[in-house]
T-cell receptor, first 115, second 113 residues
Framework: ETGVTQSPTHLIKTRGQQVTLRCSSQ?????VSWYQQALGQGPQFIFQ???????GRGNFPPRFSGLQFPNYSSELNVNALELDDSALYLC??????????????FGSGTRLTVV | SQQGEEDPQALSIQEGENATMNCSYK?????LQWYRQNSGRGLVHLIL?????REKHSGRLRVTLDTSKKSSSLLITASRAADTASYFC?????????????FGTGTRLTIIP
């Protein structure tokens, strides 16, 4: 059984650029969530994808967008990068959306630095 | 916004001692979960307690939940150097569960060998 894999591990971008982060969910998990964690803070929910559709969104602007593919892998896209977007981006997968209590399996994250 | 607040923000104890961390939250929950994070990397799920449960055990971990006080505690017994990490509580407050987690600010635990 594989865990959640994120790529790349580290990334440096210039303000105004666009970035795509990738996540492969754990085998058997069809729900993927993305979180942003600023230094010294707890993770903040960005959005969740279930069966290729966005299912819930946190307080993030539209320049944060995502995709989920038929194999349940996912991408996070951020346009017009700002310095405050510098953070650790975490992907988490879970067995299913809806009724039930499940812990999430997190990837190791992508450290994004915007300069 | 942060739903939960962990207390203390930082904790240093000798190896072998017990460590207790507390979490308070603001709204009704489906469940509350505890996660560990080493050196700013990915989070590891430790334990989940449902809103109708009061106490749960897993190995050296003991979690309590008091929904009337909107608080939870995590006890790590017989601490080890490998327990050094940040610990976060996270609440699931959504209607159907498993839709999003709201994390607290974390407790930084240091185990002194």
């Amino acid at each position: 059984e594989t865990g959640v894999t994120q790529s790349p591990t580290h990334l440096i971008k210039t303000r105004g650029q666009q970035v795509t982060l990738r996540c492969s969910s754990q085998s058997g998990h069809n729900t993927v969530s993305w979180y942003q964690q600023a230094l010294g803070q707890g993770p903040q929910f960005i959005f969740q994808y279930y069966r290729e559709e966005e299912n819930g969104r946190g307080n993030f602007p539209p320049r944060f967008s995502g995709l989920q593919f038929p194999n349940y892998s996912s991408e996070l896209n951020v346009n017009a990068l700002e310095l405050d977007d510098s953070a650790l981006y975490l992907c988490a997968s879970s067995p299913q959306q809806g009724w039930g209590d499940y812990g999430y399996t997190f990837g190791s994250g992508t450290r994004l630095t915007v300069v | 916004s942060q739903q939960g607040e962990e207390d203390p923000q930082a904790l240093s104890i000798q190896e072998g001692e017990n460590a207790t961390m507390n979490c308070s939250y603001k709204t009704s929950i489906n469940n509350l979960q505890w996660y560990r994070q080493n050196s700013g990397r990915g989070l590891v799920h430790l334990i989940l307690i449902r809103s109708n449960e009061r106490e749960k055990h897993s190995g050296r971990l003991r979690v309590t939940l008091d929904t009337s006080k909107k608080s939870s505690s995590l006890l790590i017994t017989a601490s080890r150097a490998a327990d050094t990490a940040s610990y976060f509580c996270a609440t699931d407050t959504t209607n159907f569960g498993n839709e999003k987690l709201t994390f607290g600010t974390g407790t930084r635990l240091t185990i002194i060998p």
